[in-house]
């Protein structure tokens, strides 16, 4: 899963009560403002800024390569910005715009075709069966500033628990009888701050009962839902 999780402090966010709008964007949507989108990532990076291009890049690489898949779905929070009067000598007056303050994305898991990064290597059979009634959700991206990460993370209103939420309630909702959607995502098995970040917002182990996949498989496997 693509998450950042910069370990600086990013500015002062909105109060809880205000909230961000979150929506999805259509496939000529997500293309029209992909250097949009990759901005939002650069921004909320963390990381040294002299490598923010490269990241950004590649970013946008996978992005891209996965909005073709089947159902795919990208959701955006959005939050309204009050802009100031321009100077003497400029336009006049003031009005609202909208910036993006985090982003998910994913896509149903086939029962047929190639599977997602070997996702079939991780998941017990029980699992994967989900995936033949469309009730397995791939989240493979989730962008969001640090504050999300550093500060109540076990509140409903957390932005990152209500993208992750939104995108498997949407999934169900297409589906018939609108059944409980399982999220899975694949986290790099060395990447111990997205998995602290993530288990912080829920998700947790799929392989509970059994044990992990042995040390030479490069990711974890972890769940969401019911």
Do not use: K
């Not at 932005?159 to 992750?164: F, M, S, T, V, Y």
């Not at 018939?176 to 959607?181: K, L, S, T, Y």
Request: proline content about 8%.
């Amino acid at each position: 899963m693509t998450v950042n999780v910069p370990g600086r402090r990013g500015p002062q966010g909105p109060s809880p009560l205000e909230g961000e709008r979150i929506r999805p964007l259509s496939r000529w949507q997500i293309e029209d403002r992909l250097e949009e989108l990759g901005d939002l990532y650069a921004e909320t990076s963390g990381g040294d800024p002299r490598a923010w291009n490269q990241d950004r890049e590649l970013f946008l690489r996978r992005l891209v390569g996965e909005l073709h898949r089947p159902g795919f779905t990208l959701l955006v929070a959005e939050r309204s910005v009050i802009e100031e009067p321009a100077g003497a000598g400029g336009p006049t007056g003031s009005g609202d715009t909208s910036r993006l303050a985090g982003c998910a994305y994913g896509f149903p898991v086939r029962a047929w075709g190639p599977w997602w990064r070997g996702l079939d290597g991780y998941l017990p059979q029980d699992l994967l069966r989900l995936a033949a009634s469309g009730r397995l959700f791939a989240v493979s991206g989730l962008v969001v500033h640090s504050r999300v990460r550093n500060q109540n993370q076990g509140r409903d209103w957390n932005l990152a628990r209500r993208l992750q939420r939104r995108l498997l309630a949407d999934h169900a909702a297409g589906l018939a009888g609108h059944p409980a959607v399982l999220g899975v995502t694949l986290v790099d098995r060395d990447d111990h701050v997205t998995l602290r970040a993530l288990r912080a917002w829920g998700w947790r182990s799929a392989t509970a009962d059994t044990p992990d996949p042995p040390r030479s498989a490069p990711c974890r496997a972890l769940i969401i839902g019911p």
